[in-house]
């Protein structure tokens, strides 16, 4: 079982910035995607920014230049800086990851969400 911990969301201004954290937790043996998704109200769920098997990063159209992911592997732990905010960034933001046991298939699971509102 792997648990991941979303903080850093909340309110914020247009043209803001905040610093989302996940942290995963559990008995970890190989994590080989892990990133975020978003899913405002009425719509899907929608990735904005993972790292990819291999070590890349793929991110959103919409927030290309304006968010950042990034990771401290030695803490399991992946970041998105956002800045420039605007307001259809306002969404509930999911951590996700895709676990690799020491025996078994790939598996993967979701953070509880942190909800980031962007305020005109």
């Known amino acids: 079982q792997v648990q991941l911990v979303e903080s850093g969301g909340g309110l914020v201004q247009e043209g803001g910035s905040l610093r989302l954290s996940c942290a995963a937790s559990?008995?970890?043996?190989?994590?080989?995607?892990m990133g975020w998704f978003r899913q405002a109200p009425g719509k899907q769920r929608e990735l904005v920014a993972v790292?990819?098997?291999?070590?890349?990063?793929n991110y959103a159209d919409s927030v290309k230049g304006r968010f950042t992911i990034s990771r401290d592997n030695a803490e399991n732990t992946v970041y998105l800086q956002m800045n420039s905010l605007k307001p259809e960034d306002t969404a509930v933001y999911y951590c996700?990851?895709?676990?690799?046991?020491?025996?078994?298939?790939?598996?993967?699971?979701w953070g509880q969400g942190t909800q980031v509102t962007v305020s005109s």
């Open positions: 559990g008995s970890i043996f190989s994590i080989s995607v």
């Open positions: 996700y990851c895709l676990h690799a046991p020491r025996y078994g298939s790939e598996y993967p699971y």
């Open positions: 790292f990819i098997k291999g070590g890349g990063t």
